[in-house]
C-alpha cells in the first residue's frame, strides 16, 4: 500500500490528452512539492516534472503537472507511442521524514 | 555531464551482506552540491527510498530499512556505497543510486541504469 495514491493503469490513443492523478495527505502533498518520474519499460525512471510545476529543459511541453491541496495531476497532451510508460509522483513526507511514492500508473497508448 | 553507475557482486545469499557501488563521472561527489541516494525497486512494483547520503557527512535512511542499511562515499574514487545486511528475499530489486537535489526532498535529478540484485540460496 503506497502512501500516496495513484490509478494502476490510464489508456488513449495518439494525440489525445491523458491526465493521471495522485492524492496523498497533509504531511506529504499538502506541505511539500510533488514531483513526478517516467519510467519506460526496463530503464531506470527519468524526473519528469519537479516542484509541482516545473518542467526540466529536456522534457516536451506536451507534459504539463499541478497540485492542489492534497492531490496532484499530470497531463500528457497529444498522446504518442513513446509516451507509453510508467508513471510515478512522489513527495517528502514530514510524519515519515522520507520521500514517499505512488504505487505507479501505467500508461497504456493504443 | 553527469552519469551514475551502479555496480555489484551478483546473487546474495539469504543472511549476507548486499554491497553495492555508485560511480560517478562528470562532477565530483565532494563538490558540496549534490546529495546522493539509492532507491531500490521490487520486480514489478514500485519504487522505495532506502536512503541518502549528504554531503555534510550526514545520512537519512528509511525507518523501515534503517537497522539493516549503510551508505557511505570515497571522494577519492567519486563512488557511493550502500551495504544492506541481512538480507532476505524480498531484498531483491533492482537498485539505482541518483542525484537528490534538495535536502530532505524527493527530487532525483539524474539516475543510474540500475543493478539487478536476487537474493537466493
Known amino acids: 500500500q503506497s502512501v500516496l495514491t495513484q490509478p494502476p493503469s490510464a489508456s488513449g490513443t495518439p494525440g489525445q490528452t491523458v491526465s493521471i492523478s495522485c492524492s496523498g495527505s497533509?504531511?506529504?502533498?499538502?506541505?511539500?512539492?510533488v514531483f513526478w518520474y517516467q519510467q519506460v519499460a526496463g530503464t531506470a525512471p527519468k524526473l519528469l516534472i519537479y516542484?509541482?510545476?516545473q518542467r526540466p529543459s529536456e522534457v516536451p511541453d506536451r507534459f504539463s503537472a499541478s497540485k492542489s491541496g492534497t492531490s496532484a495531476s499530470l497531463a500528457i497532451n497529444g498522446l504518442r507511442s513513446d509516451d507509453e510508460a510508467d508513471y510515478y509522483c512522489?513527495?517528502?513526507?514530514?510524519?515519515?521524514?522520507?520521500?514517499?511514492f505512488g504505487g505507479g500508473t501505467h500508461l497504456t497508448v493504443v | 555531464q553527469l552519469h551514475l553507475q551502479e555496480s555489484g557482486p551478483g546473487p546474495v545469499k539469504p543472511s549476507e551482506t548486499l554491497s553495492l557501488t555508485c560511480t560517478v563521472s562528470?562532477?565530483?561527489?565532494?563538490?558540496?552540491?549534490?546529495?546522493w541516494a539509492w532507491i531500490r525497486q521490487p520486480p514489478g512494483r514500485g519504487l522505495e527510498w532506502i536512503g541518502t547520503?549528504?554531503?555534510?557527512?550526514?545520512?537519512d535512511y528509511s525507518s523501515s530499512l534503517k537497522s539493516r542499511v549503510a551508505i557511505s562515499v570515497d571522494e577519492s574514487k567519486n563512488e557511493v556505497y550502500l551495504h544492506v545486511t541481512s538480507v532476505t528475499a524480498a531484498d531483491t530489486a533492482v537498485y539505482y543510486c541518483?542525484?537528490?537535489?534538495?535536502?530532505?526532498?524527493?527530487?532525483?535529478?539524474?539516475w543510474g541504469q540500475g543493478t539487478l540484485v536476487t537474493v537466493s540460496s
Open positions: 512522489a513527495a517528502w513526507d514530514d510524519g515519515l521524514s522520507g520521500p514517499v
Open positions: 541518483a542525484r537528490q537535489l534538495g535536502y530532505r526532498s524527493s527530487w532525483y535529478s539524474i
Open positions: 562528470g562532477a565530483s561527489i565532494g563538490s558540496g552540491s549534490y546529495y
Open positions: 516542484r509541482d510545476d
Open positions: 497533509p504531511s506529504n502533498l499538502g506541505r511539500n512539492s
Open positions: 547520503f549528504f554531503y555534510s557527512g550526514n545520512t
